[in-house]
């Protein structure tokens, strides 16, 4: 990633900034400016760039308000104040693991060049980590939430007159079998491969029947994805009905 480049983008939407302002009263409660307009910044942003690009835009937004309230002098930077820097950094991050943890199930990527500037080892490992919690929750936990949500809000509605619930779906026979088919004969198929048998025509034996196994499973349940997957059930629902 070429975050040097960001500040690019900030250069050329400066004027833009400048022109929409900002609100600003005064101790008599007097308007002495309004803020005429926002920027909107997208979801690779707010969940995978963590708000990187909303913390550079705020930032020098500050740096104009603190200037004119005299509170820093021409010249100074945010940037040079350490621990007022590290408050705001370490802030942005933090509101963007919530907005994160909301929408996608776990706390922002890339939190590491918003808290210190740069990308570290640490942080990629936590972003990979991240990325697969995500992807396990999205198919397998994801559908109870969204459910909640749309009962929340009202995109569906209870009938008092039917007892029965949506929410409940019997699982049948495949849910857990087929699983546990699968990892139990992916693990024998390492388990031939780190203890060879007498011949290798007898641990190649092994390894292709619990192999054709592992992979015999993996692609039925791929092929009935459907009834492994956690998805939405209410609004589907009503959808279907």
């Known amino acids: ?32 400016m309004q803020q005429e307009g926002t920027f909107r910044s997208n ?75 740069k990308r570290t080892q640490w942080g990629l490992v936590m972003d990979g980590w991240n990325s697969m919690i995500r992807y396990y929750k999205n198919n397998f936990s994801d559908g109870f939430r969204q459910d909640s949500i749309d009962l929340f809000l009202g995109n569906y509605a209870v009938d008092e007159a039917d007892s029965s619930t949506p929410l409940h779906v019997q699982k049948d026979w495949k849910f857990l079998t087929l699983p546990i088919i699968m990892v139990v004969a992916f693990s024998m198929c390492i388990i031939c491969l780190l203890m060879a048998g007498d011949t290798w025509t007898e641990t190649l034996a092994y390894v292709l029947f619990w192999g054709t196994a592992s992979i015999g499973t993996a692609a039925i349940i791929l092929f009935n994805g459907n009834e492994f997957v956690d998805a939405p059930k209410l609004v589907q629902k009503e959808k279907m009905d």
Do not use: P
């Open 43 to 117: 979801c690779m942003d707010c969940l995978d760039r963590t708000n990187v690009i909303q913390s550079l835009l705020a930032r020098r937004s500050l740096q104009s308000q603190l200037q004119r309230l005299g509170v820093l002098h021409v010249g100074q930077r945010i940037e040079e104040q350490d621990d007022f820097e590290n408050i705001y950094k370490n802030a942005w991050a933090d509101n963007a693991n919530a907005c994160a943890k909301q929408y996608a199930g776990t706390g922002a990527l890339k939190t590491d060049f918003t808290r210190t500037g």
């Open 1 to 32: 990633m070429r975050w040097e480049r960001l500040q690019i983008l900030v250069d050329r939407v400066a004027e833009m900034q400048d022109e929409f302002g900002y609100f600003m009263v005064d101790s008599d409660g007097k308007v002495l």
